[in-house]
């Protein structure tokens, strides 16, 4: 029987997603979230386990939205001038013009870090806001440090396709011709982890349309496993289309929440052979 991981990232980030990520969990549909523990709602990640006892609970690194947990003159090449975290974009182009220091970067990992064992414990696995780390430099930056935290679960960024419902894929030109290239980076540096003992899902979901995503029973009869057995669905709910960090994904996140808080998700799953599982199965 294959196994689907669906995470709901961003716990945190508002009340409205905090809610949200909580129907889906009571549902049964999702047993894993993550939290960004720089963000105003954190908190309320403290009874995730108590009132949820099979979730997986990780931690979402975030260095692209909001303010940092450390002192600004600790991280200065991570912020503008008003002090917030530069954009996704704004991070590459640091990077590429090398104006982006990693020992920062460190700092402020610990930071989240730090503040996510004060509110839930241990975590169990990491990933990051955005995916900031998916970047040749960061990503052996962020997994080294978590190793060094004891963190030894993260996502895996190996691709496992569902072809496009309408035989038409929505993916830019640019993302075809760069995906043959991605695909062997993103190899090369999931078996670099393996070989540091670091344990992954198999891959995550990527649809060659991503309308497929909500029509649940064509996007679970339609993955190509191949010889993969373990992956993760990624999805961003909220109860309102309305947040200060939402960016251009908003009325997505209320249909979203719509359909993986509904039980028939379970139902599908289960005419697909597919179980439904958290990290712990890792």
Known sequence: ?????????????????????????????????????????CEAAATLKEKFPSLSVGLHYNLSAGTPLSPEDKVRSLIDSEGKFLS?????????????????????????????LEICGEPDYWNT?????????????????SLDFGIKKMRSHQRIFVPSSTGKSDKSLKWTLTNPFKKIMLNKWQEGSKQLCVDSPDGILVRMNDKDKLNIPYLLSNIRWKDNNLVELII????????????????????????????SVLKTAEENKISIV?????
């Open 236 to 263: 961003h709910p909220s109860v309102s289309a309305e947040g200060e960090f939402f960016g251009k994904v908003t009325k997505e996140r209320v249909r979203e929440y719509e359909v993986f808080s509904d039980k």
């Open 129 to 145: 806001h955005q995916n900031v780390h998916v970047y040749p430099g960061l990503y052996d930056l962020f997994r080294d440090v």
């Open 278 to 282: 958290n990290f712990e199965l890792i």
């Open 1 to 41: 029987m294959h196994k689907l991981i669906i995470t709901a990232d961003d716990y945190g980030m508002c009340e409205d997603v905090n809610r949200a990520i909580e129907a889906c969990v009571a549902s049964g549909v999702v047993l894993s979230t993550n939290v960004m523990t720089n963000m105003p709602c």
């Open 88 to 116: 996704y974009n704004k991070i590459r182009e640091a990077c590429k013009n090398k104006s982006y220091d990693y020992s920062q970067i460190k700092t402020e990992l610990e930071a989240q870090y730090k503040r996510y």
